[in-house]
């Protein structure tokens, strides 16, 4: 169903809404934001800039004052402002930005206190145990929360410990010859099963259905494996094909959820972007260089080239999406 947005622009661009008529149609139909929306986006971005700042001022508070204050007092610190939290979203009403707010913030001190307690009596537990565990941790916040912004950072927690895990241990199953490419594997992996999930319960939870939470996972797991198929092409050493079956199902994906099942053009210029990357490596890796001058101008005509059909295609499919 296309936005009113795009039902205006295409008006405007059919010729249907005058010149003149321009601005009161925009206005009418709330595409351009009124004085009290931006009154409100600004409360809300006031809100959620005072709340981190006051999460992570006590964190670097309790840093700089580490040898002036005793174990009690930082602990006292930490968690009056966990209590705090919690007790602000019990005041607040529920589903309101307040509340989540609150949570999130509540969920941030959560991992300060881990932290804190790790570094007090030295665990000597990995690194990754921290991201992993405080992940676990919250996940009643997360569950209660419904803040999308709460989700990613949840997410956020299990890449770091994914990555910390590989790093020091390394995968049980060897399937790429150095460990950079296990690692970044791994992580195209789970970031691909949280799109998965979220495209699969954005339908049903109302709160992951923004089209920014999935366009974030896809692009990081799109940079993901396009960067292991481009490392594949330039280093000749690893003969692996395994990336580019991985690749190819990835950029299938996209084309045919985002094509046919639910419509959106970011994820299928990402991956339109993602194959002229991959074709442009793969063109520059087998021209021959001791024709410098035929090899820039191939590289740029190629570039010109697919970067205008992408843009010709994309042109296409957003028509009939709003038609």
């Known amino acids: 169903m296309p936005s009113s947005r795009h039902i205006v622009s295409d ?9 003149a008529q321009i601005n009161e149609a925009l206005n009418c139909t709330q ?13 809300r971005l006031l809100l959620c800039l005072g709340a981190l700042s006051l999460a992570f001022s006590v964190l670097f508070f309790i840093a700089y004052n580490w ?24 005041l607040a009403k529920k589903d309101s930005l307040k509340a989540q707010i609150s949570l999130l913030v509540s969920s941030l001190m959560v991992g300060v206190l881990m932290a804190f307690f790790g570094q007090t009596y030295q665990t000597g537990a990995d690194p990754w145990t921290l991201f992993f565990f405080w ?29 910390l895990y590989i790093d020091s241990f390394g995968l049980p199953l060897t399937l790429f010859l150095s460990a950079d490419g296990n690692l970044w594997i791994a992580v195209f992996f789970l970031n691909s099963i949280a799109l998965t999930t979220l495209e699969l319960s954005s339908r049903r939870f109302t709160y992951l259905s923004s089209r920014w939470l999935a366009r974030s996972i896809a692009s990081l797991a799109g940079f ?17 094909l395994l990336p580019f079956f991985f690749w190819g199902v990835f950029i299938a994906a996209l084309y045919v959820v985002y094509r046919h099942l639910r419509h959106d053009l970011f994820m299928l210029a990402g991956g339109c972007l993602s194959s002229i990357v991959v074709i442009i490596t793969a063109c520059i890796d087998n021209l021959n260089e001791d024709y410098i001058e035929g090899f820039f101008l191939l590289t740029s005509v ?10 010709i295609w994309l042109k296409k499919v957003n028509k009939e999406m709003l038609s």
């Open 31 to 43: 595409v351009s934001p009124t004085i009290n929306s931006w009154f409100k986006f600004i409360d």
């Open 11 to 19: 008006f405007i661009k059919r010729g249907y809404v005058q010149p």
């Open 302 to 311: 190629l570039i010109i080239g697919l970067t205008s059909l992408a843009t």
């Open 67 to 90: 040898d002036d204050w005793g174990r009690f007092g930082k602990f006292a610190l930490i968690e009056s402002l966990l209590i705090a939290t919690i007790f602000i979203y019990w």
């Open 135 to 163: 992940a676990v941790l919250i996940i009643p916040w997360v569950v209660i929360a419904r803040f999308a912004p709460l989700w990613l950072s949840w997410l956020g927690l299990l890449n770091i410990a994914l990555s």
């Open 224 to 240: 993901m494996i396009t960067f292991i198929v481009v490392d594949m092409i330039i280093d000749s050493h690893n003969t692996s």
